[in-house]
């Protein structure tokens, strides 16, 4: 079983730039998640997706992030313009749902932001 | 109430010796607690998990200790090795659809040889 996929591993950009990541998760798995892992810090949700509908988005930076999962299984994380502080690992996990509670992560995007 | 407490934020330990990472909570309605590890450049991947309903949960050397009462929980690494060297969190969620996991800030774990 393949796990969740993500790309690409690494980005720069400078502040006020536009950048994009990609989310495959586990062929099957309804719930997708978006974390946010600043160094040395544990994971933070920023949004959560049952199916192409949003669970939960109350910690996602609405002003300048926004996520889509439009057909259920890949999902995109954008943000733009970018700031110095949204540098960090952007971690993907899927969960199969329902009783299920493990979480699936991916590899992550490691973002720089100059 | 959200917040999971987790301590130390580093640990060295002699290989063959017994790693101890605590971790304490406040909402008595997370209901499952796994453990994740973290190696650099890769995701977090569970370790092992348990349910408030049993005081403990052995996987090889890895042992989960829970304590409802004082609304705190333990992993313990036995025999350490090197190989065990990454960072550890431990987590909570809640009964539900979401399922949402809130982590600890880690434990940064080193094994010497």
């Known amino acids: 079983e393949a796990g969740v996929a993500q790309s690409p591993r690494y980005k720069i950009i400078e502040k006020r730039q536009s950048v994009a990541f990609w989310c495959n998760p586990i062929s099957g798995h309804a719930t997708l998640y978006w974390y946010q892992q600043i160094l040395g810090q544990g994971p933070k949700l920023l949004i959560q997706?049952?199916?192409?509908?949003?669970?939960?988005d109350s910690q996602l930076p609405k002003d300048r992030f926004s996520a889509e999962r439009l057909k259920g299984v890949d999902s995109t994380l954008k943000i733009q313009p970018a700031k110095l502080e949204d540098s960090a690992v952007y971690l993907c996990?899927?969960?199969?749902?329902?009783?299920?509670?493990?979480?699936?992560f991916g590899p992550g995007t490691r973002l720089l932001v100059l | 109430q959200q917040q999971v407490k987790q301590s130390p934020q580093s640990l060295i330990v002699q290989k063959g010796g017994i790693s101890i990472i605590n971790c304490a909570y406040e909402?008595?309605?997370?209901?499952?607690f796994p453990w994740y590890q973290q190696f650099p450049g890769k995701g977090p991947a569970l370790l092992i998990a348990?349910?408030?309903?049993?005081s403990e949960k052995k996987e090889g050397r890895f042992t989960i200790s829970f304590n409802k009462s004082a609304k705190q929980f333990s992993l313990h690494i036995m025999d350490s090795q090197p190989g065990d060297s990454a960072t550890y969190f431990c987590?909570?969620?809640?009964?539900?659809?979401?399922?949402?996991?809130?982590f600890g800030s880690g434990t940064q774990l080193t094994v010497l040889p």
């Open positions: 987590a909570a969620s809640i009964a539900g659809s979401a399922r949402q996991l809130t």
């Open positions: 348990i349910r408030p309903d049993v």
């Open positions: 996990a899927s969960r199969k749902s329902g009783s299920q509670e493990t979480q699936y």
């Open positions: 997706f049952q199916n192409n509908g949003v669970v939960d």
């Open positions: 909402n008595t309605a997370f209901d499952y």
